[in-house]
């Protein structure tokens, strides 16, 4: 009888042992799956935007209300922060109807003029030929000023035809929250207000550097918890270079 009790405790350590092992693996491959989708998240958006840093970036300082851009294209500020102008966003728009050069409204094909609306949506690009800025908007007619600095509104510079694409130009600055160490996150600004969102958990660290037109970046980032055994976090980082194609 003694030995049945002895050998069913053995059996139930056993069984218990192999529970606890595998879900301790389930759960940290969950958390490893998080982190790198986390990591591939933050990598793939910023290359994407790196690729189109600069693209109908617009002759002025002052972008969708908010000034201070004396760069082109792309600036790194500490190897950790990093600001991008360009459009990011594909058109958000195409131009109902031909327009001539010296026009100061746009008819955008119906619906258009919905994906301009909204604080921080001021700064224009028309064909990838020239800037603008939106003074006003009602329905899908943007009435655009082409020389902000100069004294009333100014037309465009081209013709242009039917179904010419039309772009949003953005300001973007990234960096790493750290303001809680436990849950870093990697935050954009688009410079509309609304100040840094969030656009990865769990990354601890951004390093960006650039040689002539070609960009590195480092993603570093590590698990939601730490391991239940072990008491540590498993880390990771993703690496990529993108070609900075629209730079001068």
């Known amino acids: 009888m003694l030995l049945a009790i002895v050998l069913g405790c053995l059996v139930g350590m ?12 389930y759960t940290l491959q969950s958390e490893i799956s998080e982190m790198q989708q986390n990591l591939r998240v933050a990598i793939e958006k910023i290359s994407r935007d790196l690729t189109m840093a600069g693209f109908a970036q617009p002759p002025w300082t002052t972008i969708n209300g908010e000034s201070g851009i004396d760069f082109e294209g792309m600036r790194v500020t500490g190897g950790t922060v990093l600001d991008v102008v360009g459009t990011f966003d594909g058109a958000q728009g195409t131009m109902a109807k031909k327009t001539v050069a010296g026009a100061t409204a746009l008819e955008l094909s119906s619906g258009d ?15 990838g030929r020239e800037n603008a800025k939106i003074t006003n908007k009602s329905g ?15 037309g465009l510079h081209h013709e242009y035809p039917a179904g010419t694409p039309v772009y949003l130009v953005k300001w973007k600055t990234y960096w790493v929250d750290n ?10 600004d688009e410079h509309i ?3 840094g969102q969030p656009l990865a958990l769990f990354i601890t660290g951004m390093a960006i550097a650039q040689t002539g037109r070609v960009a590195s970046i480092t993603i570093s980032g590590k ?9 540590l976090r498993t880390s990771g980082q993703l690496t990529n270079r993108i070609v900075l194609r629209n730079l001068p």
């Open 140 to 154: 899908s007619t943007l009435t655009i000023d082409t020389d902000p600095h100069a004294v009333g509104l100014q």
């Open 223 to 231: 698990t939601r918890n730490p391991d239940r055994t072990t008491g």
């Open 179 to 188: 303001a809680k160490p436990a849950e870093p996150v990697l935050r954009v």
């Open 113 to 127: 003029g919905e994906n301009f609306q909204g604080k921080g949506k001021i700064d224009i690009n028309i064909g």
């Open 193 to 195: 207000g609304s100040g």
């Open 14 to 25: 056993v069984l218990y042992q192999m529970y606890y092992t595998q879900d301790r693996t």
